[in-house]
Nanobody, 127 residues
Framework: QVQLVESGGGAVQAGGSLRLSCAASGRGFSTYAMGWFRQAPGKEREFVAVVSVSGNNPTYADSVKGRFTISRDNAKNTVYLQMNSLKPEDTAVYYC????????????????????WGQGTQVTVSS
């Protein structure tokens, strides 16, 4: 069982930056692939980024590639999402999620692959 708590959301102007954190409690954080998803009002939850157990070869949605960076610190049981060059279309509630896949290279992009979710943190980008 893993509990996830996101923080770092807020309101910024277009072009600004935010760093989201997701702190995990419980056992086995280092054995979970960790992902970030987002959901804008009236839209479905969508994949943003994922990092495998090893932290190598993170994967990004095309819409955030080159602007967002996902990383993890297994010693701190925390995964981060550094968001630069933010755009109004990045406005959403951002969720972190943990995937307890038996494959240490797993980097799932679909929400149903994930076993645990945080409560979300709001990011609002104004033009």
């Amino acid at each position: 069982q893993v509990q996830l708590v996101e923080s770092g959301g807020g309101a910024v102007q277009a072009g600004g930056s935010l760093r989201l954190s997701c702190a995990a409690s419980g056992r086995g954080f280092s054995t979970y692939a960790m992902g970030w998803f987002r959901q804008a009002p009236g839209k479905e939850r969508e994949f943003v980024a994922v990092v495998s157990v090893s932290g190598n070869n993170p994967t990004y949605a095309d819409s955030v590639k080159g602007r967002f960076t996902i990383s993890r610190d297994n010693a701190k049981n925390t995964v981060y999402l550094q968001m630069n060059s933010l755009k109004p279309e990045d406005t959403a509630v951002y969720y972190c999620a943990a995937d307890h896949s038996p494959d240490p290279k797993a980097r799932a992009k679909t929400a149903r692959e994930y076993d645990y979710w945080g409560q979300g943190t709001q990011v609002t980008v104004s033009s």
